[in-house]
């Protein structure tokens, strides 16, 4: 949704509320209306970028509404009706933009905070690195390719910074926005997914022997725009998977 139309919504609730205050209308309806407000703030939120920790956004949307309630003399609210909110909001989001079957952000919610870092990019001048990551051989294995993305995930999850945003890209792919990381830096990265995957093993202990293609795509080097950069991730990996797996590609072209 475009942002401008979220910061109208937002205005609107938000003077519904204060009418409703004002009025001093009770239950459902201010509960309904404050869930509404949280709600879009959250969204505006996570419309900015990379995703928080449950913990900050919880904290800031406490501050914001508490701020409001207190502004206008509004001190009769129940306490935990509104912590139970916050939670729940927060949930609701993660829910919305999270891939249920490996825990990371999902294609779209991905793409949205991958469309947000090239605009910042370009206005300060910023490098940043997008790795593709596929597994090369998971037919091969019975658990499936949805449980081997996760152990990867969990995997790169256990080392990648708070900045960074790890997704999941068709179905068969994982994808890591790495912000101010030129290709040095993402080709460090990418080399250590591949040794510390490595280490996955199945229930039985034995390790999986893993083959991972990765391909680094660089803005602005290959590109200003989602889908050229995602293009350029595809070829690398192309070229990764010809190798025969466990390569990291970059190509400037």
């Given at each position: 949704?475009?942002?401008?139309?979220?910061?109208?919504?937002?205005?609107?609730?938000?003077?519904?509320?204060?009418?409703?205050?004002?009025?001093?209308?009770?239950?459902?309806?201010?509960?309904?209306?404050?869930?509404?407000?949280?709600?879009?703030?959250?969204?505006?939120?996570?419309?900015?970028?990379?995703?928080?920790?449950?913990?900050?956004?919880?904290?800031?949307?406490?501050?914001?509404?508490?701020?409001?309630?207190?502004?206008?003399?509004?001190?009769?609210?129940?306490?935990?009706?509104?912590?139970?909110?916050?939670?729940?909001?927060?949930?609701?989001?993660?829910?919305?933009?999270?891939?249920?079957?490996?825990?990371?952000?999902?294609?779209?919610?991905?793409?949205?905070?991958?469309?947000?870092?090239?605009?910042?990019?370009?206005?300060?001048?910023?490098?940043?690195?997008l790795l593709l990551?596929?597994?090369?051989?998971?037919?091969?294995?019975?658990?499936?390719?949805?449980?081997?993305?996760?152990?990867?995930?969990?995997?790169?999850?256990?080392?990648?910074?708070?900045?960074?945003?790890?997704?999941?890209?068709?179905?068969?792919?994982?994808?890591?926005?790495?912000?101010?990381?030129?290709i040095k830096g993402?080709?460090?990265?990418?080399?250590?997914?591949?040794?510390?995957?490595?280490?996955?093993?199945?229930?039985?202990?034995?390790?999986?022997?893993?083959?991972?293609?990765?391909?680094?795509?660089?803005?602005?080097?290959?590109?200003?725009?989602?889908?050229?950069?995602?293009?350029?991730s595809e070829k690398?990996?192309?070229?990764?998977?010809?190798?025969?797996?466990?390569?990291?590609?970059?190509?400037?072209?």
């Amino acid at each position: 949704m475009n942002k401008k139309i979220l910061f109208i919504l937002v205005l609107l609730i938000s003077a519904l509320m204060v009418i409703l205050l004002v009025l001093r209308v009770k239950g459902a309806v201010l509960f309904v209306s404050l869930a509404l407000l949280v709600n879009f703030i959250l969204t505006l939120q996570l419309s900015r970028g990379a995703l928080a920790s449950q913990e900050d956004h919880i904290a800031d949307l406490k501050f914001k509404l508490n701020d409001l309630l207190n502004e206008l003399g509004k001190d009769n609210v129940d306490p935990q009706l509104l912590e139970d909110m916050y939670v729940k909001s927060i949930k609701l989001f993660q829910t919305l933009v999270t891939d249920k079957e490996t825990g990371t952000v999902n294609e779209k919610h991905f793409k949205s905070l991958f469309q947000n870092e090239i605009n910042r990019s370009v206005r300060y001048n910023k490098t940043f690195s997008l790795l593709l990551i596929k597994i090369l051989n998971h037919k091969e294995f019975k658990e499936g390719l949805n449980y081997l993305l996760k152990k990867v995930a969990s995997v790169i999850k256990g080392f990648m910074r708070d900045v960074d945003v790890l997704g999941r890209y068709r179905d068969e792919n994982l994808i890591l926005l790495l912000p101010e990381t030129g290709i040095k830096g993402a080709n460090t990265v990418g080399e250590r997914i591949i040794t510390y995957s490595k280490n996955i093993r199945d229930e039985q202990g034995n390790p999986f022997n893993l083959l991972l293609s990765i391909g680094i795509s660089v803005c602005p080097i290959n590109g200003k725009n989602v889908d050229v950069l995602i293009n350029a991730s595809e070829k690398n990996i192309a070229n990764a998977d010809r190798l025969g797996g466990n390569q990291v590609i970059f190509n400037a072209e």
